[in-house]
């Protein structure tokens, strides 16, 4: 259903049970999903590729050109995947030539006035609290929850399953399962709560517990402590997704502070 105060380009791909509230505007080299729903005032730009059954709400801004003076009119997307809502004014920018993409996956709540800004990596089942800002090429890994208002430094990575504090300013990666607040930005415990509500066992939780022990409470530095897990701790998909993340860490991950 299409409104028809709304513009959608002759050249846009539409799927079926797609609605499209007024004063929409669809651009050419588009394509949407089925069963999505867009709100008034949704602006889908060239380059956007929106999944199926999303929900996109009043003044949403997806695909628009990066906010990158490097940019220099290259064909890239802005990829959303399956399920995933944004909320309104939230703004999604097109990748530019460093990766070509910007991507937010799949059943990701992403609330009002966030930015993903060009070349970004959202993963799947992401929760972006109001107002949480991140700037080009961040990565955000699947079900990481992050607290409204926090910015988060270009280049900067956040692991699976992490909890960030709202109001944070993120500019060291944070290793996946744990949570982190204070300023500057550190850990401070594993995200248990987060964990049990997805089904991770006591036993896999107090594994992770552990792992992050050696790798904070002791005397070692981080590259040394994780050599260190790595031959003591037995193999597991937490400790090695802890080790590959760790390892290769390009801005460093956070460290810990009384």
């Not at 509230?21 to 050419?28: M, N």
């Not at 709100?39 to 999303?54: D, F, K, M, P």
């Not at 709540?109 to 799947?124: E, F």
Request: charged share 20%; glycine share 12%; with cysteine.
């Amino acid at each position: 259903m299409t409104q028809p105060l709304a513009f959608v380009h002759p050249e846009a791909k539409i799927g079926d049970n797609v609605v499209i509230g007024p004063f929409v505007t669809i651009d050419r080299n588009v394509e949407i999903g089925e069963g999505t729903m867009m709100g008034s005032s949704v602006t889908i730009l060239e380059g956007a590729r929106i999944g199926r059954n999303c929900k996109i709400f009043p003044g949403a801004v997806v695909g628009a050109v990066p906010q990158d003076l490097k940019f220099r009119g290259e064909d890239t997307l802005a990829i959303v995947g399956d399920n995933t809502t944004l909320r309104e004014c939230v703004t999604i920018n097109r990748g530019t030539a460093a990766k070509g993409r910007t991507v937010v996956g799949s059943n990701c709540l992403i609330m009002a006035y966030c930015h993903v800004a060009h070349d970004c990596r959202v993963g799947n089942n992401v929760i972006m609290s109001n107002a949480t800002q991140l700037a080009g090429e961040v990565e955000v890994d699947d079900f990481a929850i992050i607290g409204g208002g926090s910015l988060v430094h270009q280049f900067c990575h956040i692991g699976c399953h992490v909890m960030v504090q709202g109001g944070s300013l993120v500019n060291k990666d944070i290793p996946p399962y744990v949570k982190a607040a204070r300023q500057p930005i550190s850990y401070v415990g594993i995200n248990t709560i987060g964990l049990r509500r997805r089904g991770f066992s006591s036993e896999v939780i107090e594994g992770i517990q552990d792992i992050y022990r050696r790798l904070y409470a002791g005397s070692l530095n981080i590259g040394d402590a994780i050599n260190v897990i790595e031959a003591e701790v037995p193999a597991s998909a937490e400790r090695d997704e802890i080790i590959r993340f760790v390892r290769n860490s390009t801005r460093g991950v956070i460290t810990i502070r009384n």
